[in-house]
């Protein structure tokens, strides 16, 4: 529907939200210098919203992430709009521009872009409301249920294996009544 609905920018947010689980205030503070798309990696090392730029959120929210190939030929696709916009506004797109631009001014987009941009998607398909954030824990429950191990998750996500086991308890639960029923097979001691 964001796709369909919504512009260049909004679309690409939402993407790379979707797909890696950064906050929105950090895929707020990338530039284009930040990605390397020869090596499929993007840098997270600050974050940025209404009261600027600034460090991570935590120490361990500086990372590298791997992307997967359909968002590496999004980003580049983006990337050439973005500097037919800053042209066509007598600017140029270098390795220190913002990364997310307004199609109406080509600066950086403002603090409540992405939020906005969902629920106009939501409310125009009737879509159950979900935050830039729900994108986070969306990643996170897949990869949960997916069995991927909880340090690569808490890496990927910029946090503690502590903060993934807290947060997110309620997924690793049914993973283990999974493991149970799967045992339950298995072992039978008739």
């Known amino acids: 529907c964001c796709k369909e609905q919504e512009n260049e920018t909004a679309y690409t947010i939402c993407s790379l939200l979707a797909a890696t689980g950064i906050r929105k205030g950090e895929a ?11 090596e499929k990696i993007i840098s997270i090392n600050s974050t940025r919203d209404k009261l600027g730029n600034r460090e991570t959120k935590t120490e361990n929210s500086v990372r590298s992430l791997l992307l997967n190939s359909s968002l590496v030929q999004l980003l580049k696709k983006y990337r050439m709009w973005c500097a037919r916009l800053k042209l066509f506004y007598g ?15 080509g600066q950086k987009i403002t603090d409540n872009f992405v939020g906005f941009a969902i629920d106009r998607v939501c409310k125009r398909n009737n879509l159950k409301r979900i935050t830039p954030h729900g994108f986070r824990h969306t990643v996170a429950t897949i990869l949960i249920n997916n069995g991927v191990p909880v340090t690569t998750i808490a890496k990927i996500l910029g946090n503690t294996p502590a903060m993934v086991l807290s947060v997110y308890s309620h997924s690793f639960e049914e993973n283990e009544k999974r493991a149970s029923k799967v045992l339950d097979q298995i072992v039978n001691f008739d």
Do not use: P
């Open 91 to 105: 600017e140029s797109l270098n390795d220190d521009s913002y990364v997310f631009i307004s199609q109406q001014t």
């Open 28 to 38: 707020y503070g990338l530039t284009w210098g930040d990605i390397n798309f020869e």
